[in-house]
């Protein structure tokens, strides 16, 4: 199809841009933000395992994520888009399959890490089958309606969630591999073909330019000699970029991912433990909050694009800290107490996501120093890696203070973000406006 063609039918209606296989995109929805997230804590629980457990579970789920853009190098240089996406859901499903017969949690695991590596060769590739094969005039309602899939999945799974709560847990998990290897059929269907790839050449960052000033030591000597050192011509060039509004932009982005990380590694048990509300109640709430976000996600970006990405991301984060706030005030209170309000603060939490999220994009782009596309790296690998690091750190802190250290962690980590942010450039600054 060529691109003028294109241009002549973008007033068609929207159903033009969806292709079958976005079903398969919509089960990764359902399955990596609506099931798995939502059974791997109160599986892990009651399976008898420590509370610190839950937070190694899921920062191992986390990161097997983390070489995601290795998947999407491979495909893209060797044209693997097919085994690649096919792969991931085959991964997936193994070790779906393989968690509910499994107790000890040293195979528990490379299990959700496998999980993660599916996750994230299916999430990195299903995007490129839109850039690398259909027009440019066509990027945006694609991948538009190709992330609807997606957020109509976890709506999916979420309810799903709610419901297998109350029941056999390996059930769910045994749904959600049943659903993965079910997408291996659906998502043949319309698939564009790794022989039709469209030649696009996609910025890059230009990492030699960058690391020139690195140094190798000398080749022999103690252990301590068998580094590289950085001149300090070089590690100007290499700080000064990030030491402006880019630079504080992603410490708070670091900070926001971070500080999260330990409530959604533990929130069904938080919810239920703190405030009194079920995990079936707590899977329904953020569904609704799912639903509602679908919406917020178009608001968002035409808010960003009449007032700024960076209003727009302080609207997120005030959101977000209100809905913290909220569940902070409320610890001390016995669990039964104010249900309602916690529950609103639940989704005050979940509702900023999608302002967040679409501010952050916006505002890294007209920030950066390296380019659009190095600044959607730096974007993904700053909160993958401080989702797992906060996962991680989830556990000790549970086990020596217990649940209501959650909300606090989050207070403190997004007044930083606050703070960190304030520091910058005004809107009226932003390149894009």
């Given at each position: 199809?060529?691109d003028?063609?294109?241009?002549?039918?973008?007033?068609?209606?929207?159903?033009?841009?969806?292709?079958?296989?976005?079903?398969?995109y919509?089960?990764?929805?359902l399955?990596?933000?609506?099931i798995?997230?939502?059974?791997l804590?109160?599986?892990?629980a009651?399976?008898?395992?420590d509370?610190?457990?839950?937070?190694?579970?899921?920062?191992?789920?986390?990161?097997?994520?983390?070489?995601?853009?290795?998947?999407g190098?491979?495909?893209?240089?060797?044209?693997?888009f097919?085994?690649?996406?096919?792969?991931?859901?085959l991964?997936?499903?193994?070790?779906?399959?393989?968690i509910?017969?499994?107790?000890?949690l040293?195979?528990?695991?490379?299990?959700?890490?496998?999980?993660?590596?599916?996750?994230?060769?299916?999430?990195?590739?299903?995007?490129?089958?839109?850039?690398?094969?259909?027009?440019?005039?066509?990027?945006?309602p694609?991948?538009?309606?190709?992330?609807?899939?997606?957020?109509?999945?976890?709506?999916?799974?979420?309810?799903?969630?709610?419901?297998?709560?109350?029941?056999?847990?390996?059930?769910?998990?045994?749904?959600?591999?049943a659903?993965?290897?079910?997408?291996i059929?659906?998502?043949r269907?319309?698939?564009?073909?790794?022989?039709?790839?469209?030649?696009?050449?996609?910025?890059?960052?230009d990492?030699?330019?960058?690391?020139?000033?690195?140094?190798?030591?000398?080749?022999?000597?103690?252990?301590?000699?068998?580094?590289?050192?950085?001149q300090?011509?070089?590690?100007?060039r290499?700080?000064?970029?990030?030491?402006?509004?880019?630079?504080r932009?992603?410490l708070?982005?670091?900070?926001?991912n971070?500080?999260?990380?330990?409530?959604?590694?533990?929130?069904?048990?938080?919810?239920?433990?703190?405030?009194?509300?079920?995990?079936?109640?707590?899977?329904?709430?953020?569904?609704?909050?799912?639903?509602?976000?679908?919406?917020?996600?178009?608001?968002?970006g035409?808010?960003?694009?009449?007032?700024?990405?960076?209003?727009a991301?302080?609207?997120?984060?005030?959101v977000?800290?209100?809905?913290?706030?909220?569940?902070?005030?409320l610890?001390?209170?016995?669990p039964?107490?104010a249900?309602?309000?916690?529950?609103?603060?639940?989704?005050?939490?979940?509702?900023?996501?999608?302002?967040?999220s679409?501010?952050?994009?916006?505002?890294?782009?007209s920030?950066?120093p390296?380019?659009?596309?190095?600044?959607?790296?730096?974007?993904?690998?700053?909160?993958?890696?401080?989702?797992v690091?906060?996962?991680?750190?989830?556990?000790?802190?549970?086990?020596?203070?217990?649940?209501?250290?959650?909300?606090?962690?989050?207070?403190?980590?997004?007044?930083?973000?606050?703070?960190?942010?304030?520091?910058?450039?005004?809107?009226?600054?932003?390149?894009?406006?």
């Amino acid at each position: 199809m060529r691109d003028g063609v294109a241009a002549d039918r973008s007033s068609g209606s929207a159903p033009q841009y969806l292709a079958p296989w976005y079903l398969a995109y919509l089960i990764l929805g359902l399955i990596n933000s609506g099931i798995l997230p939502f059974l791997l804590p109160l599986a892990v629980a009651r399976n008898g395992h420590d509370l610190d457990s839950i937070g190694y579970v899921v920062g191992a789920y986390n990161a097997g994520q983390l070489p995601a853009p290795l998947f999407g190098l491979l495909a893209e240089r060797r044209w693997l888009f097919r085994p690649v996406f096919f792969g991931g859901f085959l991964v997936l499903a193994v070790g779906l399959a393989a968690i509910p017969a499994i107790s000890a949690l040293g195979l528990w695991v490379p299990l959700v890490v496998l999980c993660g590596l599916g996750v994230g060769a299916i999430a990195t590739v299903a995007p490129l089958f839109v850039v690398d094969f259909a027009p440019k005039s066509e990027w945006n309602p694609r991948i538009g309606w190709l992330q609807s899939c997606n957020g109509a999945g976890q709506l999916i799974g979420l309810l799903l969630a709610g419901l297998i709560a109350r029941g056999a847990l390996a059930c769910g998990f045994w749904l959600a591999a049943a659903l993965s290897a079910l997408a291996i059929v659906v998502g043949r269907i319309g698939l564009p073909a790794d022989g039709r790839r469209r030649s696009i050449r996609l910025p890059r960052l230009d990492w030699g330019a960058l690391m020139a000033g690195f140094q190798a030591g000398p080749p022999a000597g103690g252990l301590l000699q068998h580094s590289h050192h950085l001149q300090g011509a070089a590690w100007r060039r290499l700080l000064k970029p990030l030491g402006g509004g880019f630079g504080r932009f992603m410490l708070a982005w670091v900070a926001v991912n971070f500080g999260v990380a330990p409530f959604f590694a533990y929130y069904p048990l938080l919810m239920q433990a703190n405030y009194g509300i079920t995990p079936a109640a707590t899977a329904f709430c953020y569904a609704l909050a799912a639903a509602i976000g679908i919406a917020i996600f178009v608001l968002t970006g035409r808010f960003a694009q009449q007032y700024g990405a960076r209003c727009a991301f302080r609207i997120g984060l005030a959101v977000r800290l209100a809905g913290f706030g909220i569940l902070l005030v409320l610890t001390p209170m016995p669990p039964s107490r104010a249900p309602a309000a916690a529950a609103l603060g639940f989704l005050l939490v979940m509702l900023a996501w999608p302002v967040l999220s679409v501010s952050a994009t916006g505002l890294a782009a007209s920030l950066t120093p390296f380019g659009e596309g190095a600044a959607m790296g730096f974007l993904a690998a700053g909160g993958a890696i401080a989702t797992v690091l906060g996962s991680f750190l989830a556990g000790p802190l549970v086990m020596a203070l217990g649940y209501q250290v959650i909300p606090l962690f989050a207070v403190a980590a997004l007044s930083g973000a606050v703070l960190l942010i304030r520091k910058g450039r005004p809107a009226s600054e932003e390149a894009h406006d």
